[in-house]
């Protein structure tokens, strides 16, 4: 890997007078705060809409604040690069920030230029350390750490422009070159058979383990496994997942034996991130899977309180969980476990079994709720009616995480907190692999007696209202008898007629986005792999599926991210529509997801009107102002984030425009 000197002042001459007052046109509100003391303007980026994404996800355009700066155009134009993003910063006095904390695939790539426009601003790097006034410029070389800090007691302005590396530091440019700015223009480019090398070499030049000659073996495979798919696909979109499936290969089963074995220095360890962060954009990073309940009483903090009236007993799947083999190991937990083997409140097996083993009452208790907590010991209860329950069903990353997070604030509903994939996917019956993982797909024949009545069982487990009360917390008498219910699961594109003939009365609420934001928030929930929801699927040929399986979905082994994208918006559409139809006209409502952001209070009030929900003061203060950011957002809503993918998604649209006009038409009618 080529080194440069860390900064290198460039011989750039600009305006810088001029462009302080062009700069001046825009208001408070138009520099997005980025951390303590740094705010931006984003004047070129993917898509040309404000994020922070590589090149790599799209094809790079001037944005609205951009396109109204002439003379910064002109000084862009001048520097005769091709840019990859570019903003204007603004640090205010005695602040300094870290420059790019993380390494990554756009750095192994990419430079970065600042033009100083107000101010001072100081780069300091492992051994240098530059200054620039208005008017210079300096190249950097990301390879390394640094830092920039504005000393002064002023606020300070600078450009700053991505380009790609070059052999050799840029002559000396003037801002007379009338051209125009030049794009980054390819979108995807992952890195060459040669490049692959060249960051293994460094891998290999910084290790030092035992297992040094197996991990050389190792890394030749990984180089072989690319060439041959490199060879294949190049840098096509087609190949995306091929790749995908690589990386994952590095970074499960190569990184972390590599990274124990690296010197403490920072080459490898960069080498390592360029090769795992090559098709990652900006978005956030996956968060850790927990199992449904779990995962939602981690995040309320809350803790299933011990009901000692009422009966517990074994779960009857707990010893599959890793959580009771590793309890096994614990002989106090396997002899509460066995106490509970047959049906017993928690006061009769203290009582009759426990008081007199030695065991101290504190003990027991606290055996007890690790137990429940991890659902290896669950109470039996009579669950309560399930009157008129609301199902929210809408194609993925359509915004029902959004609608289902306001709708659940009604001072009558009660959720389970999230979405129910191994709620219900945990009944074997209802498990994809009973079909031969043909799809999500559940009809009326698998709505069987005892699934009907284990289904309001387990969602009554995970039970809480607003307040986060959980329903089998409350004492026995106080525990409603009849509830209204809130559920929210993307699958249930497929599941219309099951949930139906489970719940006579469901009512569902059909969400509609545009295909276009849709389709790109697919295509970014794929990329982030935030939305992983099948590994290793049998006929798939990859380590990994997201979101819900659509009937025939093994046909699609060839296609590209955004061809899958689209084909589950279709069939999502398409089963919600023809299911719904089936079903009488007043047990299901439409709303766009357009409304909900722009008229939120018409929208809920037209929910709640079909849903026949009471309205209070709580609800009245939640649709007086905007509504708040899902907490499943990728990054800040805006209805023009899309065109990032704009030109990807533009290809598949005219193979949608069949389904577009039923639903459109849908539209029309549901809201004459």
Same mark, same amino acid.
């Given at each position: ?36 003391? &740094? ?69 192994? !790539? ?44 002023? $606020? ?8 790609? +590396? ?8 003037? $801002? ?60 096509? !979109? ?13 970074? $499960? ?25 090559? *098709? ?7 968060? +850790? &899977? ?139 019956? *209802? ?31 995970? *039970? ?35 949930? +139906? ?19 790109? @928030?697919?295509?970014?929930?794929? !990329?982030?792999?935030?939305?992983? @929801? ?9 380590? #990994? ?97 899309? !065109? &990032?993918?704009?030109? $990807? ?16 038409? #849908? ?6």
């Amino acid at each position: 890997m080529k080194n440069y000197s860390q900064f290198q002042q460039l011989d750039v001459r600009f305006d810088y007078k001029r462009v302080q007052q062009e700069i001046s046109q825009f208001s408070h509100e138009d520099w997005r705060e980025e951390s303590v003391g &740094k705010s931006v303007i984003v004047l070129v980026s993917v898509g040309g809409t404000i994020n922070q994404d590589f090149a790599i996800s799209g094809a790079v355009q001037l944005t609205k604040f951009g396109d109204n700066c002439n003379y910064l155009k002109q000084v862009i134009a001048a520097l005769d690069i091709p840019v990859s993003r570019s903003r204007l910063v603004r640090l205010t006095a005695k602040t300094e920030t870290v420059a790019y904390p993380e390494y990554n695939y756009h750095w192994f !790539r990419h430079h970065c230029i600042y033009l100083a426009i107000t101010g001072a601003i100081t780069f300091t790097g492992n051994q240098e350390k530059i200054s620039l006034t208005a008017g210079e410029a300096v190249i950097s070389n990301n390879f390394q750490p640094y830092s920039l800090s504005n000393e002064t007691e002023q $606020e300070c302005l600078y450009l700053v422009v991505e380009t790609k +590396k070059r052999e050799a530091f840029f002559p000396a440019v003037s $801002e007379k070159c009338s051209g125009k700015i030049i794009l980054e223009t390819n979108n995807f480019q992952v890195l060459t058979p040669e490049e692959i090398t060249e960051l293994i070499q460094v891998i290999v030049d910084d290790l030092e383990t035992p297992e040094f000659r197996s991990l050389c073996q190792t890394l030749g495979e990984f180089l072989e496994r690319w060439e041959e798919t490199f060879t294949r696909f190049g840098n096509s !979109r087609q190949g995306e997942l091929a790749y995908q499936d690589l990386i994952l290969t590095f970074q $499960e089963q190569i990184a972390p034996k590599v990274n124990l074995g690296l010197r403490n220095s920072w080459q490898g360890k960069n080498a390592v991130k360029v090769i795992l962060s090559m *098709l990652k954009t900006s978005e956030k990073k996956a968060p +850790k &899977k927990f199992k449904t309940g779990v995962l939602a009483r981690k995040k309320l903090q809350i803790k299933p309180k011990i009901q000692w009236e009422a009966c517990y007993q074994v779960e009857a799947n707990g010893a599959e969980t890793k959580e009771f083999q590793r309890l096994q190991k614990l002989p106090e937990y396997e002899q509460i476990l066995d106490l509970f083997g047959e049906k017993a409140t928690v006061a009769e097996v203290w009582e009759k079994k426990v008081s007199e083993t030695g065991i101290k009452r504190e003990k027991f208790v606290r055996i007890v709720q690790k137990l429940t907590d991890l659902e290896l010991l669950v109470a039996e209860f009579q669950p309560p009616q399930f009157v008129k329950p609301i199902f929210i069903v809408s194609a993925p990353r359509a915004g029902s995480t959004l609608l289902f997070e306001t709708l659940s604030q009604f001072p009558e509903l009660w959720t389970i907190g999230g979405e129910s994939h191994d709620l219900i996917e945990g009944i074997p019956a *209802l498990h994809p692999s009973t079909h031969n993982y043909n799809s999500n797909r559940l009809t009326e024949a698998d709505a069987q007696p005892e699934v009907c009545e284990i289904l309001p069982k387990r969602f009554v487990r995970q *039970l809480r209202d607003r307040l986060q009360q959980a329903y089998l917390d409350l004492p026995l008498p106080e525990r409603p008898s009849k509830i209204r219910f809130l559920e929210k699961t993307p699958k249930n594109v497929l599941r219309i007629p099951f949930l +139906k003939a489970a719940f006579p009365e469901a009512l569902f609420i059909y969400l509609y986005r545009d295909p276009r934001q849709n389709i790109s @928030s697919l295509l970014d929930g794929w !990329r982030s792999r935030r939305f992983v @929801s099948y590994r290793n699927l049998p006929g798939w040929d990859y380590q #990994e599926w997201s979101f819900f399986l659509p009937p025939n979905w093994s046909s699609l082994q060839t296609s590209s991210i955004v061809e899958i994208a689209a084909y589950q918006w279709k069939t999502a559409n398409s089963y919600i529509l023809d299911d719904l139809n089936n079903l009488p006209r007043s047990s299901w409502c439409l709303v766009r997801y357009s409304d909900l952001v722009q008229q939120p209070k018409q929208t809920i009030t037209k929910i709640s009107n079909f849903a026949k929900l009471n309205r209070d003061e709580h609800i009245e203060q939640i649709l007086s102002q905007s509504l708040p950011v899902s907490r499943m957002a990728l990054s800040a809503p805006s209805p023009d984030k899309w !065109r &990032k993918n704009a030109q $990807e998604i533009n290809a598949v649209l005219p193979n949608l425009e069949p389904i577009i006009q039923l639903v459109e038409k #849908e539209n029309e009618s549901s809201f004459t």
